[in-house]
T-cell receptor
Framework: GQQVMQIPQYQHVQEGEDFTTYCNSSTTLSNIQWYKQRPGGHPVFLIQLVKSGEVKKQKRLTFQFGEAKKNSSLHITATQTTDVGTYFCGSGTNAGKSTFGDGTTLTVKP | GAGVSQSPRYKVAKRGQDVALRCDPISGHVSLFWYQQALGQGPEFLTYFQNEAQLDKSGLPSDRFFAERPEGSVSTLKIQRTQQEDSAVYLC??????????????FGEGSRLTVL
């Protein structure tokens, strides 16, 4: 089945620095979804990308889906303390099943 | 409420006990998923329902795990003869999408199971 790997596992940044997390798959993905999970919380949907080479922006967040639909990235510009949490990528299949990576945990030092 | 509701939020069980975890999805959501999340890891797929039909149960770790959604709404995940390795957060998610494009998953707060 579809499996996604995320790097890095942890990222510590100074507030104001940029942050990027990467999601990679050995197989072509039908779509990619990104979720954010705050400490002690549950995953919250951020965005879904479907098209090859797609780029979407949400304020300081930029999401990309690779041309080959095997990788994706989430970039945060000028991190803030409210950005702390674990960012997961996931991918759904035609049958409805979604599988997730192990996430990148971001900590931001004020 | 408007979101996915799970109960209990916390459950402590002695090894060998049976537990039942409940999920009340967003009204009208056809798809319902159960995930297991161990500390420091991503959600691991357990099973998927479309209405009352269990279309995929490939992620259930053993025959001690059983899930049902008899009327296509509320779902229950049952774990029989719990073991320490069952300790995890069990997340329920629902979606208005069916197949093809998974769409946004709405997660509940989760049920944290601790097996002593």
């Amino acid at each position: 089945g579809q499996q996604v790997m995320q790097i890095p596992q942890y990222q510590h940044v100074q507030e104001g620095e940029d942050f990027t997390t990467y999601c990679n798959s050995s197989t072509t993905l039908s779509n990619i979804q990104w979720y954010k999970q705050r400490p002690g919380g549950h995953p919250v949907f951020l965005i879904q990308l479907v098209k090859s080479g797609e780029v979407k922006k949400q304020k300081r967040l930029t999401f990309q889906f690779g041309e080959a639909k095997k990788n994706s990235s989430l970039h945060i510009t000028a991190t803030q303390t409210t950005d702390v949490g674990t960012y997961f990528c996931g991918s759904g299949t035609n049958a409805g099943k979604s599988t997730f990576g192990d996430g990148t945990t971001l900590t931001v030092k004020p | 409420g408007a979101g996915v509701s799970q109960s209990p939020r916390y459950k402590v069980a002695k090894r060998g006990q049976d537990v039942a975890l409940r999920c009340d999805p967003i009204s009208g959501h056809v798809s319902l998923f159960w995930y297991q999340q161990a500390l420091g890891q991503g959600p691991e797929f357990l099973t998927y329902f479309q209405n009352e039909a269990q279309l995929d149960k490939s992620g259930l770790p053993s025959d001690r795990f059983f899930a049902e959604r008899p009327e296509g709404s509320v779902s229950t995940l049952k774990i029989q003869r719990t073991q320490q390795e069952d300790s995890a957060v069990y997340l329920c998610a629902s979606s208005s999408s069916t197949g093809g494009n998974t769409g946004e998953l709405f997660f509940g707060e989760g049920s944290r199971l601790t097996v002593l």
